[in-house]
């Protein structure tokens, strides 16, 4: 299936007080710097992956006493940039940045997990990248929904270095989980989905 970049709903700029004022979507969007980024319905494949991980990694996260996962929460990194990744993680000494009232994340998570966009995959390897790296996320995963590749990024010296990588039948070893070992298409088999 092959689609067209994502373009901005919008031409004019909006504030953040605009963007928080909006209510929640469908439609869904992102904000970079008063600009709204729409965020197309994830392709089956997707959900299938951002499924498979919300089973596995919360659970590893909690039985640890390490944090919480949260999936699809918006993300406000700086004040001119507002993401929803498929997975984030805050570790239990930066709980203060999740809000209960407003049930979103106020500053930069430990970990951002994103599930490589079929439409435009720049937006994740690239755009995004930059930004996570800018803001300050230490940790960023990123996933390929076609061949099932995952790759880990850690920030050092200013700029991602990649950490851990896997194929689809490989086993995952990110260095944030010690102990952790990803197997991407067993859980995808184990879910029913055939890979």
Not at 59 to 77: M, S
């Amino acid at each position: 299936m092959s689609g067209t970049p994502v373009q901005p709903v919008e031409q004019h700029r909006i504030t953040k007080a605009e963007f928080w004022a909006l209510p929640e979507g469908p439609p869904n969007v992102e904000f970079e710097d008063g600009v709204l980024i729409p965020m197309p319905s994830p392709h089956g494949r997707h959900q299938d992956i951002s499924s498979a991980l919300s089973r596995v990694l919360p659970v590893y996260v909690a039985r640890n006493g390490l944090g919480r996962c949260w999936v699809a929460i918006d993300v406000k990194l700086t004040e001119k940039l507002t993401y929803v990744p498929d997975l984030v993680l805050l570790m239990t000494n930066n709980f203060s940045r999740h809000s209960e009232q407003s049930g979103k994340i106020h500053g930069v998570p430990d970990l951002v997990i994103e599930i490589v966009s079929r439409i435009n995959p720049g937006r994740d390897r690239v755009t995004k990248f930059n930004n996570y790296l800018a803001a300050g996320v230490p940790w960023y995963w990123l996933i390929d929904a076609e061949s099932l590749v995952q790759e880990e990024y850690h920030a050092e010296g200013g700029r991602y270095s990649r950490t851990a990588a896997a194929e689809a039948s490989e086993l995952f070893r990110p260095l944030v989980f010690p102990g952790l070992e990803l197997n991407l298409k067993t859980l995808l088999e184990e879910q029913g989905v055939i890979v």
